[in-house]
């Protein structure tokens, strides 16, 4: 996998300890065990959520017991769009590896927790749901374990509704993205989408660079839709 390690070239930081890096450690193999402890630097890098983001959809995919080529497809487009086509094949070779794995889901989601921030985790809910939903039939055991990521991850149950209803569509799903309920008055409305457009701007997790910041627009934009619709449902100006 000498490609992969360019495609983390910036370096794992807390990534390579705890669950993680014993998940890692297996699909890696040996360049783990060649990596010097002491030059590891601490801060959250672009592999570090990459790595994060691998190893929790593997737990999702899991869940309905059984993997579907449209997850993976999904799982593999997302790369291709953040890191090219050559690196995308190396992580859908390294998801299959963790595919094999038991996930202690638990335990992962606590070290991502402790170290990744909040925006970068709203962003790794996102995708999950983006994982569920790949083949048009999210299966119940899929979002029951990704409620239960949540929950670890320490995303709050406001944040983890309005990220759901992006991708599981009901009568409310544009004001529950807001955050709102349909009794709001316009001008809360008003301000629930400037704070939302806010939490969800993709300058939150410009640091894991442009690529992912790329990426992070999809829930920029499901805001934006969620408004606009109930703007003009209301007739608003």
């Avoid at 094999?100 to 909040?118: F, G, R, S, T």
Wanted: charged fraction near 30%; proline fraction near 2%.
């Amino acid at each position: 996998m000498a490609k992969f390690g360019k495609w983390i070239g910036a370096g794992l930081g807390w990534g390579l300890g705890g669950p993680l890096g014993a998940l890692l450690g297996f699909a890696f193999g040996s360049m783990i065990d060649s990596i010097n402890p002491e030059a590891i630097k601490r801060a959250t890098t672009r592999g570090d959520f990459a790595m994060s983001l691998l190893v929790l959809v593997a737990a999702v995919m899991k869940a309905d017991g059984k993997v579907l080529k449209s997850e993976l497809d999904y799982v593999k487009s997302y790369f291709i769009r953040s890191f090219g086509q050559d690196q995308a094949k190396e992580v859908v070779m390294m998801l299959r590896d963790l595919l094999k794995q038991e996930i202690p889901v638990q335990d992962v989601c606590i070290q991502i927790k402790q170290n990744l921030d909040y925006s970068s985790r709203l962003q790794l809910l996102h995708f999950l749901y983006g994982i569920a939903g790949a083949d048009k039939n999210i299966h119940k055991k899929e979002i029951d374990l990704i409620e239960f990521i949540s929950g670890y991850l320490g995303i709050n149950e406001k944040d983890r509704i309005s990220i759901r209803s992006m991708f599981i569509e009901d009568t409310d799903s544009a004001y529950k993205i807001l955050e709102i309920n349909k009794n709001a008055t316009d001008e809360e409305v008003k301000k629930a989408y400037r704070k939302m457009a806010l939490k969800y701007h993709p300058d939150k997790v410009s640091y894991l660079g442009d690529d992912f910041k790329n990426q992070a627009k999809g829930k920029f934009q499901k805001v934006n839709e969620a408004y606009e619709k109930i703007r003009k449902e209301r007739g608003m100006k």
